[in-house]
């Protein structure tokens, strides 16, 4: 399977411990995204990085969330001192570089439960 | 700011009707728009994007999408809906605010299909 791939699938954790997430993109691509999908909305932008590179922050993402993609590879989404507000589905997705084709292509996501 | 709305929360059609899954866009420029869809616990799927040409771009699964600028809309459409059609779709804009390649979602439209 070349697709992008999102470990763990579910992640139960207990409010304020640390959770990390991985993603793998499809191999070739060099951009890679994160977005945060709550019941009943669509996926909301985190944040965004082109190789290492990450250049691009949401302000939903807050001091506690940190992510790398530190060989321009996969990725790793950090999350600390958990919060309840922190439950969603975490998405990754990757694309191509600057001239297209632009869409971008997601993982199957990893559904974050906080207690 | 970008923005994209789906009107409808849900849409119900009985299968072999024609099916039609409404969007329409707010952006400064030109639009880049997408349609994705998602089944249950999985990832989202492209379908069909329009960027510029024809009005009318086919994507995915028999989808097709009519880009309408004066209403700035981007309908989803089927000529022959299946019940596997059942599913959220998304529409979604390309916002390149800052420069960067990232989507702007809508809050999605639950299709549901009656045999």
């Known amino acids: 399977d070349t697709g992008v791939s999102q470990n763990p699938r579910h992640k139960i954790t207990k409010r304020g411990q640390n959770v990390t997430f991985r993603c793998d993109p499809i191999?070739?691509?060099?951009?890679l995204y994160w977005y945060r999908q709550t019941l009943g909305q669509g996926p909301e932008f985190l944040t965004y990085?082109?190789?290492?590179?990450?250049?691009?922050k949401s302000r939903l993402l807050s001091d506690r969330f940190s992510a790398e993609r530190p060989k321009g590879s996969f990725s790793t989404l950090e999350i600390q001192r958990t919060e309840q507000g922190d439950s969603a589905m975490y998405l990754c997705?990757?694309?191509?570089?600057?001239?297209?084709?632009?869409?971008?292509?997601f993982g199957p996501g990893t559904r974050l439960t906080v207690t | 700011a970008q923005s994209v709305a789906q009107p409808e929360d849900q849409v119900n059609v009985a299968e072999g009707n024609p099916l039609t899954v409404k969007c329409t866009y707010s952006?400064?420029?030109?639009?880049?728009l997408f349609w994705y869809v998602q089944y249950p616990n999985r990832g989202l799927q492209f379908l069909l994007k329009?960027?510029?040409?024809?009005?009318l771009v086919k994507g995915s699964y028999g989808f097709e999408a009519e880009f309408n600028k004066s209403q700035t809309s981007f309908h989803l459409k089927k000529p022959s809906a299946l019940v596997s059609d059942s599913a959220l779709y998304f529409c979604?804009?390309?916002?390149?605010?800052?420069?960067?390649?990232?989507?702007?979602f809508g809050a999605g439209t639950r299709l549901a299909v009656h045999p």
């Open positions: 952006v400064s420029g030109n639009p880049y």
């Open positions: 997705a990757s694309s191509l570089g600057d001239m297209g084709p632009y869409e971008q292509y």
């Open positions: 329009y960027i510029t040409g024809d009005n």
């Open positions: 191999s070739e691509h060099n951009r």
């Open positions: 990085f082109q190789n290492e590179a990450q250049l691009e």
């Open positions: 979604a804009v390309r916002d390149v605010t800052g420069g960067y390649n990232k989507l702007i």
